[in-house]
């Protein structure tokens, strides 16, 4: 049977993509279809015919899923962040820990039966990090919001339910300050104006926020130090703004430079008992509370033995290496951006931890100097980004042969592609821990532990 455009089709949601697109079978051809879920019956619009698949939108729902809930959000479906706010929780951690156990039985080839999904305490309010694109609406006034999925169309929303409400109402003062002393929006077309984001942090352990306007080239904002004064006199939480200076023409939001404007250059949040220093370049988890918890199981799965030698590799700014300093005889880790080492170094220093070793290298090049230095790792723990381990870190781990082995992953199917190589070179996996990190979002963190083979 073919399948047109623009043609109306009944059909049944059977499964969910990472990226929250609901799957239908049409005679075998699939069709994703936003917006939907998992036993949801009714009526799909082609909008979108390729050889293999399409894309559809949902017309008429004349069944819905018992997964459904309102969504309360105004643009939920329209913004490219809450993905999964039309069904409830608990439906969303039972698809996620379904979608962890199909890619490590199907991809992985691992039979083990995943453990039960570590949910997130919070689902709202549990971003530490936001990054609102600034654009001059027809008005002629400043308005923020978030980008459409796959786009920069603009999508107004200064109340974000996953960021804590004082990044809203911090939000909303910018914007009035900027309309009332003529701030001028960047223009990617155009590449004119000024502001191109606002960019907020906050220590959720401490309270403290970073306020960081996002600037296009060397320029000042118009009376920036009044700018900083109210602000800070307004929000008490606030205790770093600093201006990021962004030049190019390029989807990157940060540039290279960023300068004090009030208060310190960096703010400190406490995460596993570690004090840890955060400048607007400083990779750190989203969800505090539940990468807290994500570290803590990590840790607690390893084993970790005073007389153990830890290496923590793709370790970023060093927390889960920090963090196990205490319970081990010395950790060494490995990442290869530059500034998340020094985050590492200082945060090292500042919690006078003196067995930890940081290392700025690619983690293939890092693990051969570990073994030329006679290294012996008891434990590695290895957090990698969402592509996987190379190669060449899989074959190191290998000839350094652990007792255990910890991999954090955030990309179920390259954790499961990983697993397979591992179980092939000797390892055997013992537990596999699903755990959301990111609520109402496609993602989904995943622990496995591994032993050797004897």
């Known amino acids: 049977m073919e399948f ?22 049409l005679q075998g051809f ?25 894309y559809g939108i949902l017309t008429k729902l004349t069944s819905p899923s018992p997964d459904r ?20 929780y608990d439906s969303e951690l039972r698809w996620k820990e379904g979608m962890v156990a199909d890619c490590f039985a199907r991809l992985g080839e691992i039979s083990l039966p995943v453990s039960p999904i570590l949910g997130s ?36 929303q200064t109340r974000c339910k996953l960021q804590p409400p004082v990044f809203g109402e911090i939000l909303e003062w910018v914007l009035a300050f900027g309309d009332a002393h003529d701030w001028s929006a960047y223009d990617e077309a155009t590449g004119k ?40 006199k307004a929000f008490p939480g606030v205790v770093s703004i600093v201006i990021n200076h962004n030049p190019r023409n390029t989807n990157v939001i940060l540039g290279p430079k960023t300068r004090l404007l009030w208060g310190k ?56 290496g920090l963090a196990a300093a205490g319970r081990v005889k010395q950790v060494y880790g490995a990442e290869i951006v530059p500034q998340a080492v020094e985050n590492a170094k200082r945060n090292a220093a500042q919690n006078q931890i003196r067995n930890a070793e940081f290392l700025c290298a690619d983690c293939s090049q890092a693990v051969e100097e570990f073994a030329q230095r006679g290294i012996r790792p008891d434990v590695i723990v290895v957090d990698p980004p969402r592509k996987g381990c190379a190669p060449e870190v899989l074959t190191a781990i290998r000839d350094f042969s652990p007792e255990r082995l910890v991999m954090i992953s955030c990309n179920p199917a390259t954790a499961a ?38």
């Open 4 to 25: 047109a455009k623009n043609q109306i089709y009944p059909a049944v949601i059977e499964d969910l993509t990472q990226e929250g697109m609901g799957v239908a079978k």
């Open 121 to 156: 305490k919070m689902q709202e309010g549990y971003r530490n990090k936001a990054q609102y694109p600034i654009q001059t609406g027809k008005d002629g006034k400043l308005k923020a919001g978030f980008y459409a999925g796959r786009s920069h169309r603009l999508v107004e």
């Open 417 to 454: 592609r990983d697993c397979k190589e591992l179980v092939k070179m000797g390892f055997t996996v013992e537990k596999i821990v699903p755990v959301d990190l990111f609520p109402r979002t496609g993602h989904c963190e995943s622990i496995c532990l591994f032993k050797q083979t004897l």
């Open 265 to 320: 250059e960096t703010i400190d949040d406490i995460l596993c008992g570690v004090r840890v220093t955060l400048s607007p370049h400083s990779f750190y988890q989203v969800n505090r509370d539940q990468a807290q918890r994500l570290y803590e199981t990590a840790l607690d799965l390893a084993q970790l033995k005073n007389s153990d030698i830890l290496l923590d590799l793709y370790c970023g700014a060093g927390t889960i």
């Open 193 to 232: 104006g000024l502001l191109r984001h606002l960019y907020l942090r906050m220590g959720f352990a401490t309270g403290e926020i970073m306020v960081c306007p996002v600037v296009a080239g060397k320029g000042h904002l118009p009376q920036e130090q009044e700018f900083a004064v109210s602000l800070a």
């Open 30 to 54: 699939t069709v994703f279809v936003p917006n939907t879920a998992i036993g949801d019956r009714g009526e799909i619009k082609l909008v979108k015919v390729l050889k293999h698949y399409g």
């Open 69 to 88: 809930v309102e969504p309360d959000c105004p643009v939920s479906g329209k913004c490219g962040g809450c993905l999964l706010r039309h069904i409830s």
